[in-house]
Nanobody
Framework: VQLQASGGGLVQAGGSLRLSCTSS????????VGWFRQAPGKEREFVAA????????RYGDSVKGRFTISRDSAKNMVYLQMNNLKPEDTGVYYC???????????????????WGQGTQVTVSS
């Protein structure tokens, strides 16, 4: 399984960015792709997840209503549309995936077996 994230950058507060993650290797109905982020000196934080088969989505409390995760099965891509960005959204964003992640475990980084390299998102005030 290989993952590759892209789309990070520098944006002003209130702006938008769309992150992309190329995802391959899904094999089960419980295949999930998630986004996590990590700011300097802080623990890795769950951002969003999508179950490939059902498109069921889940979001971290801090991004609900501002971020949208989606997937394009034809392109094997997962997107994270980030709107109304805030300085506290700054961090390295990682996409991750796993083949056997049940809904209640989607927010837990340890449940994801595969990780892509991160992409930096910086939101200026």
């Amino acid at each position: 399984v290989q993952l590759q994230a892209s789309g990070g950058g520098l944006v002003q507060a209130g702006g938008s960015l769309r992150l992309s993650c190329t995802s391959s290797g899904r094999t089960t109905n419980n295949y999930v792709v998630g986004w996590f982020r990590q700011a300097p000196g802080k623990e890795r934080e769950f951002v969003a997840a999508i179950k490939w088969s059902s498109r069921h989505t889940r979001y971290g409390d801090s991004v609900k209503g501002r971020f949208t995760i989606s997937r394009d099965s034809a392109k094997n891509m997962v997107y994270l549309q980030m709107n109304n960005l805030k300085p506290e959204d700054t961090g390295v964003y990682y996409c991750a995936s796993g083949n056997s992640i049940i809904t209640s475990s989607q927010t837990t980084a340890a449940q994801y077996a595969y990780w892509g390299q991160g992409t930096q998102v910086t939101v200026s005030s």
